[in-house]
């Protein structure tokens, strides 16, 4: 059962425009979402995070926006660079309880110049 | 600030040998530190949480008698993997968080094992 879904394997924008990758979760417990970036062979890297009683958190080129009602998490990347090619890696946590992170299959965002 | 280090980031060893790694915390106390197994192209999976001075937690299909966990300080978390077989081979992700960053996880560089 997958919790945390991201539908898009791979998107492919050109440099300067916007990127939007997606985010779908299941289950309603879930009150903390993340965004991680990561190369090949390398750690995630943490990027942006929001909380479920925000419906919109900005940090940057970064803004993440949560749509409760529909399971909803995007992550917004404007402009786009190259050096934002990598996977991404969306996790949900129903916090204060374990703290455990429940990853999405990831989407390969590639950044054309 | 929450830089979690790994080591070693690659090894290499014979079938049934053992393998320890290393997850430090290098500039925060990690409450809680979890393990995750990465295969190529595919998403994180956690393995287990730890927490200091506790036994650790294990996902479901993870043998605990395979993947030791040892979370003996604030700062230091190991993972071994005993009698190591080629299916083991993968890239192995710690990361922590600590009181004073939320619910934000921190992760490692990795290792990646390759069991011949």
């Known amino acids: 059962d997958q919790q945390v879904k991201q539908n898009s394997p791979s998107l492919s924008v050109q440099e300067g425009r916007i990127s939007i990758l997606n985010c779908d979760y299941t289950?309603?417990?879930?009150?903390?979402f993340l965004w991680y970036k990561k190369y090949p062979a390398e750690g995630p890297t943490f990027l942006i995070s929001i909380s479920s009683i925000k419906d919109k958190n900005e940090d940057g080129r970064f803004t993440v926006f949560l749509n409760k009602s529909a399971k909803h998490l995007s992550l917004h990347i404007v402009p786009s660079q190259p050096g934002d090619s990598a996977v991404y890696f969306c996790?949900?946590?129903?916090?204060?309880?374990?703290?455990?992170?429940?990853f999405g299959q990831g989407t390969t965002l590639q950044v054309k110049p | 600030g929450a830089v979690v280090s790994q080591h070693p980031s690659w090894v290499i060893c014979k079938s049934g040998t053992s393998v320890k790694i290393e997850c430090r915390s290098l500039d925060f106390q990690a409450t809680t530190m979890f393990w995750y197994r990465q295969f190529p192209k595919q998403s994180l999976m956690l393995m287990a949480t730890?927490?200091?001075?506790?036994?650790?937690?294990?996902e479901q299909g993870v043998e605990k008698d395979k993947f030791l966990i040892n979370h003996a300080s604030l700062t230091l978390s190991t993972l071994t993997v005993t009698s190591a077989h080629p299916e083991d081979s993968s890239f192995y992700i710690c990361?922590?968080?600590?009181?004073?960053?939320?619910?934000?996880?921190?992760f490692g560089p990795g290792t990646r094992l390759l069991v011949l």
């Open positions: 289950n309603s417990m879930f009150d903390y």
């Open positions: 996790a949900a946590s129903d916090a204060g309880n374990t703290g455990k992170l429940i």
């Open positions: 990361s922590a968080s600590g009181q004073d960053l939320s619910e934000t996880q921190y």
């Open positions: 730890s927490n200091e001075g506790s036994k650790a937690t294990y």
